[in-house]
């Protein structure tokens, strides 16, 4: 059983070195591509199934059990995580396929696409399922050389410039994250999370609080927590809307995961967390004065990606088992929905030939099925009801009220003001975008850079990719019931840690 | 219930995917799921009024609280009436009013249906958390029907600022409902009524749910996104922003009265806030010419005059609440619908345009007639009734005779502005030319002609109202009293107050236009829809200003920024509560001295290196002089790694300089921030550095993992070097990672050097052609020549 922990880290890299091999063959990469990300989807849906009913799964790598060797788990928050960004993956190769960004290169030189895709999903399943710190780092580095490459990946200069800003200062922070981890060993002699909360325990104080807000540090850089977020709205927005889509919907996410899975086993701390709730505020507020000062849709969409991690970092903030649902429901909602939105951005630079919001107009009349497209995950970012969004908000907002300390409370007022500027900035792009006069689509400046700035030509494949995004994210408002059990019950997990700990160090019944 | 609100959202869905051809079809059918409601309330409206109300639920997640719960009790009764029985004859009416098909009437129908669901829906709810969900949604179809297509800027910046006024409200309101829920432990609207909760927090909450109910119900200050949202087409100005959704602040007062009952400063908050704007809104009106904006104004100063009755608390107030609310909905529907349709048969609105309507449309002034009659309060309309039991709740002396004296002010005002309207829009004034006009359709006609008549009924039929009235009133104020509406009390102080109005505001509406010479030298302190367009600048500015110095664009800020955070989080952390470093010996080996002062000059002479070799060849230094430690410290094939990679790294960058400058160019600027840099880096290695003694320091007792590491290196691995066990068997896979790490980045430069060669190819070819076809046409090649110069 606990072997099928192990399928969405390796599938996908041996199927990337599959895929490498079949350069040649386009179609055999597509179906390739999605079959395995559709074997995934499954084997995570089992793994939520397995571990929501019968506890974390867990895989020893090599035999070795877990201090020494490197485990695997899938507990109900890290297979939850796994499902919904696996889904988000699928729909996204779906769309690029249709957009026909994944040929790029062919006949120049071996498509990478494919492969580097591949090779992503398994840094990204790594990530949520690796127990060992470590490890962890290697799961980032996997995740981040793939995304240098999907990055860099058509050369124009300007691109060249965002994709050295993201790949440098990804780069610091992983230099970083490599002392953190050697400061880690040195003091605790160990890097499996689970042993390392115990090891945590023997230490003086001060270096115990030091190493928790360097680990907030590295992932506030993972994360773009303001002030560490300046390089995510310069570079994401210089890639084709699908890449942007994936790097926006999960690279984040998996910051925040990992800032909440260390911060929460390792460390002991009280609810309500001021240090937390104070960096919160600022990313929300900082992100969506950001996101009302763009004129150019996906730089707006980047600001708002940053201002709506502090709604995470509010619910972290928190530090309760209320506020720690809020965040996992919140998670599930903002991956699905920040994914979509990109490919809706995507959708309408293939009838404008422009990300200019000022030169767009009449779109709802072009074409209401792009309105319908935009207008549902918009309203659900912003929080409106019925929609993800209100919903995860919703638990956010009571755990806030609910643990009655001031800090929380002037927080909540912060959430619920960048709720309302989150509202206006979707609201101005319906108003310059959709509505006014309808406008000729522009002539491109650069015909041979057709990923970017469109060509007035849609794919069938790019529409229906986000139809099903979209789906998925009413499905996340409509499912409300079910996830918000199982994410309160991956919220008490992860409070208690005992389950985690249990299953890591205890049996080492897997290998 | 649920059902009933559903069908709303379904059938509307389907006539947004009819073509536009059948956009005159529509609306019949779009009346009907309304008329289902309506006949569904009426049908169960006697086990409503004997007090057993209709309840359904339904869970939507019980972890986070939320359910669908519905209830059908008196006020939602009158509010259904209201809201589904004007709905219908609103969708009725808009048949005429859009005429020929178009993309807008097509839009506007389904939109139209869609609200009247959610609205039915919001009056229906017994939950705070589902009263909110609807209560958005109100806003989210005002909002597109404020638009229509937002061809026009005006339009679009009305619906803009409904929706940011109405949404911040909602959101603050929402922040109320928590509170409240939170602190009382339910979020059911009756259970919280048979309970009514206490406290410091339910004080809060009801200051957060005021805002709320504020915003949607345009009371001053927020009022101003009201006679904005008038650039909408008429029936959608008559059904949501004058008979249905604007009321919706004013019914979640009254809905939430009897759960605040222990909030004292309710009633005062709500009757300062609703006179305020009885008063200005009726001012306002008295000026306007235009009469679709006249009557908006006039609905503001209403809405007033019903807040301060929501909030009242008291018998006789919940009774006037009642029978104001349906007074409301009737005239001020009629007037609009009446006005829709002078604007379409005449095409125009303006009082200063229009006359001699009279006489051309002797049908559409008398439903007009009946309908300001109500408006003003003249017996024997619903609004009499209806007014003479607001005077009646407020006879008394002090603080309740000012509320009366407010309330008396309004309606002189009320009166003034019905009187200037029915004059500016019908009578045939001195010496203007009589207003052309079309016939007018009955089937236009109709639809206010039931309401207007409804005003007639609902008066003289007053034994009726009163039912209805008394029993909202006996459960919202806990008690019963001893008045009934009714059209003659006797000769008592209400009937002179009513008298009083009527004659004080016909003698201001005939001095109007002296008025108007008084009102153009006062000075304007609150003028809402500056003070909105100031904070909306601001806020603007504030985005951008904030944005432009955050947002820098340089990389090394970018770096210097993540590095201070370092030094300044944790590292004040560190520094604070130093520990003891034990043990500190200041080298194991005499040969690190050495070494350490190479890779010191080294990093120094990186800082000062001018030409770009000559600080590669110094960070090389620095990597083979840790290197170096590496023997010292006696791992050799640590150091054997490392001299590999510095010698691999080296030679990459000896080929890379090849292609840039010899020396790094240096800006003034960049110079000037070069010590800073250095403090910078200085301070992250010395950080570093004092971080690895502290860590390495603070365990006394050896690493239990690597003791197993060696344990079981020799005969778990067959390995006699621990390092090579580690990274090829027990952390294999960490060195599976690193190598697809590896491999992807090669991929990727590979990728990147070819793809940037073909592209040079591609840019040769391009102008190899472009010579090839410069000789064939010297003139084209001409062309082509400057073009590219």
């Not at chain 2, 059948?22 to 569904?40: G, K």
């Not at chain 2, 986070?64 to 809201?83: K, N, W």
């Not at chain 2, 749910?209 to 915003?215: D, E, K, Q, R, S």
């Not at chain 2, 007053?462 to 008394?470: G, I, N, V």
Request: net charge positive; glycine share 10%; with cysteine.
């Amino acid at each position: 059983m606990s072997e099928l922990v192990a399928v969405p880290v390796l599938l996908p890299l041996g199927a990337a070195g599959l895929s490498m091999a079949f350069g040649r063959f386009a179609d055999v990469q597509r179906w390739l591509g999605l079959l395995v990300l559709g074997v995934i989807v499954v084997d995570a849906a089992v793994l939520l199934y397995f571990a929501d009913v019968h506890g974390p799964l867990v895989l020893h790598l090599g035999g070795w059990a877990a201090p020494v060797g490197i485990a695997l788990v899938a507990d109900r928050l890290a297979a939850l995580l796994l499902l919904i960004s696996v889904i988000v993956m699928f729909a996204v190769l779906l769309y690029s396929i249709g957009q026909r960004i994944t040929d790029y290169g062919r006949g120049t030189a071996s498509t990478t696409f494919h492969p580097i895709y591949l090779v992503l999903c398994s840094g990204v399943s790594l990530a949520y399922l690796t127990g060992d710190l470590f490890n962890l780092f290697v799961a980032f580095e996997i995740m981040l050389a793939s995304s240098y490459v999907l990055i860099t990946r058509r050369t124009t200069a300007n691109r060249v410039r965002a994709g050295m800003t993201y790949t440098i200062v990804s780069l610091s922070s992983s230099v970083l994250f490599l002392t953190m981890i050697g400061l880690v060993y040195a003091a605790t002699g160990t890097v499996n999370l689970a042993d390392l909360a115990l090891e945590m325990g023997e230490l003086p104080p001060a270096p115990v609080r030091a190493l928790a807000l360097l680990m907030v540090i590295v992932f506030g850089v993972k994360s773009a927590m303001v002030p560490l977020h300046f390089w995510l709205p310069d570079s994401y927005p210089n890639a084709p809307a699908p890449i942007t889509a994936i790097f926006a919907a999960l690279l984040t996410k998996v910051g925040i995961y990992a800032m909440i899975r260390t911060q929460i086993l390792v460390f002991e701390r009280e609810p309500s967390w001021p240090l937390m709730l104070t960096l919160a505020m600022a990313t929300m507020i900082v992100g969506a004065l950001g996101a009302l000062a763009q004129n150019d849709l996906n730089r707006m969409l980047s600001f708002l990606l940053v201002s709506h991690i502090g709604f995470m970092l509010f619910g972290l903030g928190v530090y309760d088992i209320a506020g720690l649902t809020g965040v996992i429901l919140y998670i599930v909602h903002h991956i699905t929905v920040q994914a979509t939105l990109f490919l809706v951005s995507g959708l309408i630079t293939r009838y404008t030939g422009t990300v200019a919001l000022s030169r767009m107009g009449g779109l709802a009349k072009i074409s209401p099925l792009v309105a319908v497209l935009f207008a549902v995950p918009a309203l659900s970012l912003a929080g409106v009801p019925p929609f993800s969004g209100f919903v995860a908000k919703l638990a956010l907002l009571r755990a806030g009220v609910g643990v009655g300390t001031v800090w929380a409370q002037v927080a909540t007022a912060v959430v619920v003001l960048t709720s309302l500027l989150t509202l206006y900035a979707v609201a101005r792009v319906w108003s310059r975008a959709f509505w006014g006069q309808v406008r000729e689509p522009e002539g491109d400046p650069d015909p041979s850079d057709e990923l970017v700035v469109g060509t007035g030509d849609t794919s069938r494949g790019m529409v229906h990719a986000t139809g099903v995004l979209v789906l998925s994210t009413v499905l996340v408002a409509v499912l409300a019931g079910p996830l918000a059990e199982v994410s309160q019950r991956a919220a008490t997990d992860l409070i208690t840690g005992e389950a985690y700990r249990a299953a890591v160090l205890g049996g080492g019944s897997g290998g | 219930m649920l059902a009933l609100v559903v069908s709303h959202l379904l059938v509307a869905l389907v006539l947004s995917l009819v073509s536009m051809r059948h956009s005159r079809a529509i609306y019949p059918v779009a009346a009907l799921p309304p008329t289902a409601a309506l006949c569904w309330a009426l049908a169960h409206a006697d086990s409503v009024l004997a007090g057993s109300p209709p309840v359904t639920r339904m869970n939507w997640s019980a972890t986070l609280g939320l359910e669908f719960a519905f209830r059908l009790d008196t006020l939602a009764l009158v509010m259904t009436l209201l809201v589904s029985g004007i709905g219908v004859l609103v969708l009725l009416y808009c048949r005429w009013y859009f005429g020929t098909p178009s993309g807008d009437a097509k839009r506007s129908a389904s939109l139209l249906l869609a609200f009247a669901g959610v609205m039915f829906g919001l009056v229906l709810a017994d939950d705070l958390l589902t009263l909110y969900v609807f209560w958005e949604l109100t806003t989210i179809c005002s909002f597109l029907l404020v638009g229509q297509s937002g061809v026009s800027r005006e339009s679009r910046r009305a619906s803009l600022q409904a929706l940011l006024v109405t949404t911040l409200g909602g959101l603050v309101m929402l922040l109320g409902f928590i509170v409240l829920g939170e602190s009382s432990g339910t979020y059911r609207i009756s259970e919280l009524a048979a309970d009514p909760p206490d406290g410091a927090a339910v004080a809060v909450a009801t200051g957060l749910i005021l805002v709320g109910a504020f915003t949607k119900s345009a009371q001053v200050p927020f009022h101003n996104w009201l006679p904005a949202a008038m650039v909408a087409p008429t029936p959608i100005s008559a059904y949501l922003h004058a008979a249905s959704m604007v009321k919706a602040g004013v019914f979640l007062v009254a809905r939430l009265t009897p759960v605040l009952s222990e909030v004292s400063y309710l009633p005062v908050v709500t009757a300062v806030f609703g006179l305020v704007t009885m008063f200005l809104g009726g001012w306002r009106a008295l000026r306007e010419h235009d009469l679709k904006l006249l009557l908006a104004y006039g609905t503001v100063s209403q809405l007033g005059f019903l807040m301060v009755l929501a909030g009242s608390g008291s018998y006789t107030g919940e009774l006037a609440l009642a029978g104001m609310l349906l007074a409301h909905g009737a005239f001020k529907a009629t007037l609009f619908l009446v006005i829709g349709i002078v604007d379409h048969q005449t095409g125009t609105r303006d009082i200063r345009e229009l006359s001699g309507l009279g006489r051309r449309m002797p049908w559409v002034t008398s439903v007009a007639v009946l309908a300001a009659m109500s408006m003003a309060g003249v017996p024997p309309t619903i609004g009499f009734v209806a007014k003479e039991a607001a005077f009646e709740t407020y006879l008394g002396t002090g603080a309740v005779a000012a509320v009366e004296a407010g309330i008396v002010a309004g309606s002189v005002l009320t009166v003034a502005y019905t009187a200037r309207l029915l004059f500016g829009c019908f009578a045939s004034k001195r010496g203007a030319v009589p207003t052309e006009a079309h016939p007018v359709p009955a089937g236009m006609l109709l639809p206010p002609a039931v309401t207007a008549l409804a005003c007639l009924v609902l008066g003289v039929a007053y034994p009726l109202t009163d039912e209805l009235a008394a029993t909202y009133a006996e459960r919202a104020a806990g008690s019963s009293g001893e008045y009934h509406l009714g059209l003659w009390h006797g000769f008592n102080q209400p009937l002179v107050f009513s008298a009083v109005t009527l004659f004080a505001g016909l003698t201001l509406a005939a001095h109007n236009a002296r008025l108007n010479l008084l009102r153009s030298r006062l000075p304007r302190p609150l003028d809402a829809q500056r003070g909105y367009e100031r904070i909306m600048g601001s806020l603007e500015r504030l985005a951008v200003g904030v944005t432009g110095r955050v947002q820098v664009g340089s990389l090394p800020t970018y770096l210097g920024i993540i590095l201070l955070a370092v030094l300044v989080v944790p590292g004040s952390v560190l520094l604070m509560r130093v520990t003891p470093i034990e043990q500190l010996r200041w080298w194991d080996n005499v040969l690190q001295l050495p070494l350490a002062l190479v890779i010191l000059v080294a990093a120094a002479g990186v800082v000062r290196a001018t030409r770009r070799i000559t600080a590669v060849l110094l960070v090389g230094v620095i990597g083979y002089g840790i290197g170096g430690m590496f023997i010292v410290g006696g791992g050799p094939d640590l150091a054997l790694t490392q001299f590999l990679v510095e010698t691999l790294t080296l030679i990459a960058f000896v080929l890379v300089l090849r292609r840039l400058p010899a020396r790094f160019t240096e800006t003034p600027s960049a110079r000037r921030v070069r010590l800073p840099k250095v403090l910078v880096s200085l301070a992250g290695g010395v950080f570093v550095g004092f971080a690895a003694l502290i860590f390495s320091s603070a365990r006394d007792t050896p690493s239990r993992v690597s003791a197993e590491y060696l344990e079981h290196a020799e005969e778990g691995t067959s390995a006699t070097n621990v390092v090579n066990a580690i990274i090829v068997d027990f952390r294999a896979f960490d060195t599976v990672g690193e190598l697809s790490v590896l491999a992807v980045t090669a991929t990727g430069v590979a990728s990147l050097v070819l793809s940037s060669r073909s592209a040079r190819r591609r840019k040769h070819a391009r102008s190899d052609w472009r010579q090839l076809s410069a000789t064939a046409r010297p003139t084209a090649g001409e062309h082509g020549e400057r073009g590219s110069a």
